[in-house]
């Protein structure tokens, strides 16, 4: 399964990584409906950590995000769509229990190890980069004043140039 296929599939929402009932049914071989279906009969494993239910406005929001849903009737569900966290589509697996559905939650619990991973090394870097600045503050803007000298050189000399010279003017 490709990682940057599922990766694509996760939003963010609530401030929560999440996939959509209808992208993982896309990726489980199976109709949105069954996959509502089947976690509406084990309900009891999905707490609000888990899984939520998307609101009209968010629903939009994402609407407008992912350029693959279609506007027109049939084209999109008329019920609100469930939201799963990372541990909600763990808890998928143990709902939809066939080869697929196996093969299908190791890549996804994969892509969601990379995507927090990445986010983590990129804070990492972030933090980094500030703690060298501090740290190094004078030695910085000395840097910054001699790359912009260098960089406004040309200006200052084109200046130069163009400035009327005064005092005596031999011809």
Avoid at 15 to 31: I, Q, R, S, T, W
Avoid at 90 to 99: D, I, R, T, Y
Avoid at 111 to 127: E, G, M
């Amino acid at each position: 399964m490709q990682l940057l296929k599922i990766q694509s599939k996760i939003h963010e929402i609530r401030g929560l990584k999440v996939m959509l009932d209808f992208d993982l049914a896309e990726l489980y071989e199976v109709p949105t409906k069954v996959l509502k279906q089947a976690v509406k009969r084990n309900i009891e494993r999905f707490p609000s950590d888990f899984l939520f239910e998307i609101t009209r406005d968010e629903y939009n929001i994402l609407r407008s995000q992912i350029v693959t849903l279609e506007y027109g009737k049939g084209k999109h569900s008329k019920y609100l769509s469930y939201a799963f966290t990372e541990q909600g589509v763990a808890m998928l697996a143990s709902v939809l229990n066939s080869p697929k559905a196996i093969e299908v939650n190791i890549a996804i619990v994969r892509a969601f190890v990379f995507v927090r991973q990445y986010a983590l090394s990129h804070k990492d870097l972030t933090n980094k980069l500030k703690e060298l600045e501090n740290k190094y503050n004078k030695q910085f803007k000395d840097v910054y004043e001699a790359l912009n000298y260098l960089l406004n050189k040309e200006k200052l000399e084109v200046e130069q140039k163009e400035r009327r010279r005064i005092g005596y003017k031999k011809d």
